[in-house]
């Protein structure tokens, strides 16, 4: 009986050593692990292994290092970037059901990465997890010509309702957008050259780029703002107005076309502190040719400091920052505006 019990035993044993072995096998290295392109060979995909604490993680890494294989070579400001993403989701840049990758697209902190795919994963014995993040270069291609050439057709689009404004800002705001999507298609076009040569020779422009940044700062220099701010004794917050204009390429002139126009007004406030206390009014309308304000920056705050001299210059200078911070915001969205 003892003899029956003690080979139960070792039976269980060996069984259990068994599935201790078995287990350890499935953390045996992959042979694509030392060659990444042993499953996706190089003239198909553009291949990248990212590693993580997670499958997450090591997917979102993968993405990263995949990105970074254009971003060495492809420069777009991002404020185009972003701009040109809200033209696309407002409906201005037209997307066929062909070419339209939001569903497939990864989204990484400064770029985004279309037709990402992920394949194998391993985990090691040290709980590291890896993935392969591939892209299909012909696949994806395919999607970046035609969304290339409906960009094509959207900077067209825009080039020619520029032409068709009397208004100095409306016929801005078609140039300068057809500006922004022209440059992103630059920066898709440069994507495509690197995922594949072939197809991105085959892709032609219907518009010059420099012509058009050439149009857009011609046509900037024509429009002349006068700049009036009443109660501004120190002339600074002028000044800031007329640097942010001048820093868009427009021109200050003081019989300009065009017209900033506002106040700034200060009143001092009791509280029940030790400091003086001051509260600012800003007003600021920017008008069009006929005098129709098309552009409104209305801001009041309150400030503290220990004299009175202190706090009027902490007044005005929070003044400034706004006028810094919103008006230029303000005037590229009323521009946007027409183009969403």
Partial sequence: MKLLKIAGILTIVLLLFSCVTTSGSSTRRPGWMDDKHSLYPEKDYMVE?????????????AAASLAQIFKTSIKVETTVQTRYKEFSSGGSVQTSEETNFDENITQLADQELINVNFGESWTNELGQVHVIAYIDRQETAQIYRGRIMENDQTVRSFLSRSGEQSSLLRKYAYL???????????????QLEIINMMMSRTVMMSYDLDDIRNS???LAQSMTFRVFVENDVTGNVSAVIADEL???GFVIDPA????????????TVKLDNKYENMKYY????IADEQ???????????RVSAMSLSDVENRAYLEIEKVVKKELVGKLIDYFDSFVQ
């Fill in 49 to 61: 292994i990212g590693q993580g604490a997670s499958l997450k993680d090591a997917k979102r890494n």
């Fill in 176 to 190: 300068d957008a057809a500006y922004v999507v022209a440059q992103a298609n630059r920066g898709l076009r440069e």
């Fill in 216 to 218: 857009r700062r011609e």
């Fill in 246 to 248: 001048t820093s868009l």
């Fill in 256 to 267: 300009g076309l065009l017209s900033v126009s506002g106040s700034v007004s200060l009143e």
């Fill in 282 to 285: 800003l007003n600021i309308d």
């Fill in 291 to 301: 005098g129709l304000p098309v552009v409104s920056l209305e801001e009041n705050d």
